[in-house]
């Protein structure tokens, strides 16, 4: 079955580091994958979209890396900040079929002053 | 303003009871859906509409019931079905399927 997988385990970091957060996918071929970020208690908010076809994508700060061999994404927040503070999902669209979102559980990040 | 609004932001309900979550968007969206999430874990889908008076079963549409009458709105119903409904209940809107996401504040749901 199709499994989405993202560290469960809280990622705390100092202020000024880069956060890195790993996504894993494994029986799925996604043609895009979405990160969206959650504060306790609020609806997620988007945040970027890559494409299969797409090694990288920037967004001010975010990063955002596809490796579709490796099954793999990765999220980078470089000099980060207490704000960014918060639950990161990724979330995977197969490209066609049914193209409702299947999302991973996310990743609560911490960023220490 | 536009966004997708849920209400109400806390509901109770009594075991037995069916109850109705509301969503509305003014954002002209042909798609919408709605989520369940329980506490650390991801969101999981309840149904979702891609137009329309046309909407599809998701991962756990067991004990809960949708209508698509106006393109704005999609309430969920949870049925005294759903064998555990006590969570926090997520909607949200694309302009399609597959595409960016907009989500609503979110309700959650305790069942005494």
């Known amino acids: 079955s199709q499994k989405i997988e993202q560290n469960s385990e809280a990622l705390n970091i100092q202020e000024g580091k880069t956060a890195t957060l790993t996504c894993n996918y494994t029986?799925?071929?996604?043609?895009?994958l979405q990160w969206y970020r959650q504060d306790p208690g609020r609806g997620p908010v988007f945040l970027l979209l890559?494409?299969?076809?797409?090694k990288e994508k920037r967004k001010e700060r975010l990063k955002v890396t596809f490796d579709t061999t490796l099954k793999q994404s990765l999220f980078h927040i470089t000099a980060s900040q207490p704000a960014d503070s918060a639950t990161y999902l990724c979330?995977?669209?197969?490209?066609?079929?049914?193209?409702?979102?299947?999302f991973g559980s996310g990743t609560r990040l911490q960023v220490q002053p | 303003d536009g966004g997708i609004t849920q209400s109400p932001k806390y509901l109770f309900r009594k075991e037995g009871q069916n109850v109705t979550l509301s969503c509305e968007q003014n954002?002209?969206?042909?798609?919408m859906y709605w989520y369940r999430q329980d506490p650390g874990q991801g969101l999981r889908l309840i149904y979702y509409?891609?137009?329309?008076?046309?909407?599809q079963k998701g991962d756990i549409a067991e004990g809960y019931s949708v209508s698509r009458e106006k393109k704005e709105s999609f309430p969920l119903t949870v049925t005294s079905a759903q064998k555990n409904p006590t969570a926090f209940y997520l909607c949200?809107?694309?302009?399609?399927?597959?595409?960016?996401?907009?989500f609503g504040p979110g309700t959650r749901l305790t069942v005494l």
């Open positions: 509409s891609q137009i329309v008076n046309d909407f």
């Open positions: 979330a995977l669209d197969p490209g066609t079929g049914r193209r409702a979102l299947t």
């Open positions: 949200a809107s694309s302009n399609r399927l597959g595409n960016t996401q907009y």
């Open positions: 890559i494409r299969e076809n797409e």
């Open positions: 954002l002209n969206h042909d798609a």
């Open positions: 029986n799925y071929s996604p043609a895009y």
